[in-house]
């Protein structure tokens, strides 16, 4: 099936599992306190099976030509896109056995303390995913904070660009590419059936 396809059908389901709200008058107060026209909720997207598998596969697309060992982000909205990448990733194609990680918001007092959870290896070429890119706040704390882990980061992936806030621009003045799988207008256009 075609990229654009699958996008289509990515933009239609934020409509049809209502994770997707625009008002232009009213607005919604995002984490930075800020106001914004759009409402995009990937925590709900994601909670669809159907939604998932579309991430996955263009994620899977996308990131092709880019050489990875291990995938992930801040803790909770990255967990299921790094997984389901790399379950499908390894379902296509075994030799892409990529792992996953999360970052934690701020390092267990307990244990190990350990800032970062899950599977890599200081030089292991990682991506950073999150859900929705705005200022680029918490996908760049994530780079910091696998970076600083040893892992090398050149490559992010996020489900929507916003395009606000100069969020693109903030991340790829840290050196990296940055890939999306939707655009704000990709969500605006897309006409949800009655």
């Keep these: 099936m075609a990229i654009d396809t699958y996008k289509q059908q990515l933009a239609k389901a934020f409509h049809d599992t209502q994770s997707f709200k625009w008002d232009p008058s009213t607005g919604f107060t995002l984490a930075s306190g800020l106001k914004s026209p759009f409402y995009v909720d990937c925590r709900s997207l994601m909670a669809h099976p159907e939604s998932r598998r579309l991430v996955a596969s263009l994620a899977y697309e996308a990131l092709r030509p880019v050489n990875l060992d291990c995938l992930g982000g801040l803790e909770i909205g990255a967990i299921s896109i790094a997984t389901s990448i790399s379950d499908f990733a390894f379902s296509t194609k075994p030799t892409r056995a990529w792992r996953t990680f999360v970052v934690r918001k701020q390092a267990k007092d307990h244990g190990l303390g350990k800032l970062i959870e899950g599977s890599f290896q200081p030089g292991d070429r990682a991506l950073i995913v999150d859900d929705v890119l ?50 704000i207008d990709d969500l605006t256009s897309a006409q949800p059936h009655s």
């Design 134 to 183: 705005t200022s680029g706040g918490s996908l760049l704390k994530a780079v910091a904070a696998a970076r600083g882990a040893g892992l090398i980061v050149t490559h992010a992936l996020v489900i929507v660009d916003r395009k606000e806030q100069d969020g693109r621009k903030k991340v790829e003045t840290e050196g990296l590419t940055l890939l999306s799988l939707l655009m």
